[in-house]
């Protein structure tokens, strides 16, 4: 058992190690040069570096020791240890990237692979249990005290502080809405890399022969049914409803399997867009 634990522990430490080196690169080859600001602690560090001879990585490292502190001080140590490490391996990594410059001077493909990259980065060290540090642990301060607001939220409200604030730094609008493109794709980037394609198809079966249908989805399909009680509003009589939510992929093969044992069944197919639980998002990261 401790054998497993130092496994999957040094595991982590290399994924958190990959993320740091996909995160500085998105940074120092793409965003920083081309003054695009991704917002949070590293758009924060960007701004300052344009003011303070000292490079982004580590200003980015020196920013988030005080909010590391007051994150073990109210949250405790166990999760900020690799959030500890992914900070100062992804401070070095943009440092070490810096000196290479530019990939591209075109504004819209800095944008779109610098987010990208950063989203890599930030997943993978999701993925290992870590985070990113800085507005990761200052949203979750704030939600100790307004447990109303949302995360998503919170962060969005940041990050467009800190790309309204490089915006009016260098007076330019361009440059500002390059940087909301960066966040954005970013965004959409990270939910991808941490749940995949979320996407699902949502089945409501009225059927005379429910459970060997049950059965076969269950067997053959490896997902859960739920069966909900209805009533006939014309003849009265009581019916099973089967509640069924499959990946996408998957709606052909449930679409067989009803009609493969009951051509007269009525189904309601629907899209599901946001699904929390097993096997989907995890309703803990909303924390």
């Not at 998105?26 to 701004?47: E, K, R, W, Y």
């Not at 998957?250 to 629907?270: H, L, N, T």
Request: with cysteine; net charge positive; hydrophobic share 50%.
């Amino acid at each position: 058992m401790q054998a497993k634990k130092r496994i999957k522990r040094l595991e982590d430490y290399g994924l958190i190690t990959l993320a740091a080196v996909f995160y500085g690169m998105g940074i120092s080859l793409f965003l920083d040069p081309c003054n695009i600001s991704p917002g949070g602690i590293t758009g924060v560090a960007m701004i300052f570096s344009r003011m303070i001879p000292l490079q982004t990585g580590t200003l980015y490292f020196l920013i988030n020791i005080p909010i590391l502190i007051v994150g073990v001080c109210k949250l405790g140590g166990s999760f900020l240890i690799k959030t500890m490490y992914s900070v100062l391996a992804t401070s070095l990594c943009v440092n070490v990237f810096a000196p290479l410059g530019a990939v591209t001077e075109d504004l819209l493909l800095s944008s779109l692979a610098g987010g990208i990259l950063l989203a890599i980065g930030i997943g993978l060290i999701f993925r290992a249990g870590g985070a990113t540090g800085g507005t990761d642990i200052i949203v979750r301060l704030l939600r100790l005290r307004y447990r109303h607001l949302k995360a998503g939220f919170l962060l969005l409200c940041l990050d467009a502080l800190v790309v309204g604030a490089t915006g009016l730094l260098l007076h330019n609008i361009n440059l500002t809405l390059y940087a909301l493109l960066t966040v954005f794709v970013s965004d959409k980037a990270v939910d991808y890399i941490i749940y995949g394609s979320d996407e699902a198809k949502l089945f409501h079966i009225i059927t005379n022969h429910h459970q060997i249908i049950a059965k076969r989805l269950m067997n053959e399909l490896e997902v859960g049914c739920t069966f909900l009680e209805g009533k006939g509003a014309w003849s009265g009589t009581t019916k099973e409803i089967m509640l069924v939510v499959v990946q996408k992929r998957m709606g052909p093969k449930v679409e067989e399997i009803v009609r493969m044992e009951d051509a007269q069944a009525f189904i309601i197919e629907s899209k599901a867009s946001e699904i929390y639980g097993e096997g989907y998002k995890n309703l803990l990261l909303l924390e």
